[in-house]
């Protein structure tokens, strides 16, 4: 069974205090590991897809990278519009998704 | 491009009444999609692949003559809870993969969510 663990549950900052997520994983056939950013009350919205170890990936303040074990997702110097709930998924081959429980980030002004 | 919209994005309902969510593509025809269900401060849990024009595909433990999916055509699925009743209430999200011209759109793009609440 593929299962995806995220840490820390829960991450508060200071503006531009710079950080990073944890994502590790077990998956059979890791067709391809994906972020997304989900606000209150709204559907996850897509970040970065990643497929093989040594990939990397960035976007604005964020930037993701990927071992053979596990993923990072890396803020630097966070915003208060950064504050989010961050969420990893594995795809295995038959494209189903298998999402960790999240980490949700508080960016303090 | 990959826009994916729910509707309604809220509703409330009574308890054995029907409720029908539509999800649809805007910008690509989504060949597979999924349907989700996610509770307060909890993580998405699959309920449900559909194919195109097949039979969906439901998750251990989740009711298919509860929970009907229709993928009638490539840019709307929906979802129709069944008698709902209180326990069902719980934010239900759409996720749709599929193709824009000849670009495979591998990602899975979500909704926005539909808030179900059974009174």
Redesign the interface.
Known sequence: EDQVTQSPEALRLQEGESSSLNCSYTVSGLR?L?W?RQDP??????LF?LYSAGEEKEKERLKATLTKKESFLHITAPKPEDSATY?CAV?AYD????????TTVTVRA | GAVVSQHPSWVICKSGTSVKIECRSLDFQATTMFWYRQFPKQSLMLMATSNEGSKATYEQGVEKDKFLINHASLTLSTLTVTSAHPEDSSFYICSARGTSGRRIVDTQYFGPGTRLTVL
């Open positions: 391809g994906f997304y009350g709204k559907g996850p919205e897509f897809t969420l795809q494209y189903k998704l298998s999402f960790g429980a999240g």
